[in-house]
């Protein structure tokens, strides 16, 4: 069983930046990809990023994109989440989940159903 513990959340004024962490345990750890899915306050989980750990192959949300940046560190069983330039739309509660490397990954990446595992998610709060 595999098991994520997601930090490093926190108050950060709009146009900050934050880095989330994910540490992974229980695996193998480039057996699987990693994503990073917020859920905001009357809405629905939405995928962020995610980053296959097999290959380093990268995904993200358009809203996102040029923002928030998704790396691993293989060596410390950790997967990051670099937000710059924040916005108040960015406020939400992040989570970290685990599926294994698919063939399809490119689609099911930001499926939430797609992930086995999820760690307990991290508050980022953004004011304006």
């Known amino acids: 069983e595999v098991q994520l513990q997601a930090s490093g959340g926190g108050l950060v004024q709009a146009g900050g930046s934050l880095r989330l962490s994910c540490v992974v345990s229980?695996?193998?750890?480039?057996?699987?990809?990693i994503g990073w899915f917020r859920q905001a306050p009357g809405k629905e989980r939405e995928g962020v990023a995610a980053?296959?750990?097999?290959?380093?192959?990268?995904y993200y949300r358009d809203s996102v994109k040029g923002r928030f940046t998704i790396s691993s560190d293989n060596a410390k069983n950790t997967v990051y989440l670099r937000l710059d330039k924040v916005t108040p739309e960015d406020t939400a509660v992040y989570y970290c989940?685990?599926?294994?490397?698919?063939?399809?990954?490119?689609?099911?990446?930001?499926?939430?159903?797609?992930?086995?595992?999820w760690g307990q998610g991290t508050l980022v709060t953004v004011s304006s």
């Open positions: 229980g695996s193998t750890f480039d057996d699987y990809a």
């Open positions: 980053i296959s750990l097999k290959d380093g192959i990268t």
């Open positions: 989940g685990a599926q294994r490397n698919h063939h399809l990954l490119d689609f099911r990446w930001r499926v939430a159903g797609s992930y086995d595992y």
